[in-house]
């Protein structure tokens, strides 16, 4: 399995297309067993969902996102996770260990996050 998290310094990105780019997890029974970080691409609309897909990415986890986004992901079988906090490398043991606290998406049905 592979988890994405969208990532600003260390901390998990209020947005996920707004954010410095993706820590990527590789684990394998239930344990990271691989960690890297991908600058993200410029900003597009319902291009991220796309390029974490080929990126090989099956859950990504992030403060936010939109409608369109949320849609994409489900669309290409990717398992988003929205509303999380803290730091990126806490998230990921906290959701293989399913204990993650998640909340309501950062932005709005417009799009617009808090930031």
């Known amino acids: 399995m592979r988890i994405a998290v969208a990532t600003e310094g260390n901390k998990v ?7 410095q780019g993706y820590t990527i997890y590789e684990v394998e029974g239930g344990k990271m067993t691989s960690e890297r970080f991908e600058s993200s691409p410029p900003h597009q609309p319902g291009m991220l969902p796309k390029w974490l897909k080929e990126k090989g990415a099956d859950v990504v986890i992030a403060g ?30 906290e959701y293989l260990e399913d204990r993650l606290e998640t909340g309501p998406s950062t932005c709005d049905s417009s799009g617009s996050c808090d930031h």
């Not at 990105?13 to 954010?19: D, L």
């Open 13 to 19: 990105s209020m947005h996920f297309g707004r954010c």
């Open 64 to 93: 936010g996102a939109g409608a369109m986004a949320r849609q994409l992901f489900g669309q290409m079988g990717i398992e988003l996770i929205l509303g999380v906090t803290g730091p990126v490398r806490k998230a990921v043991n």
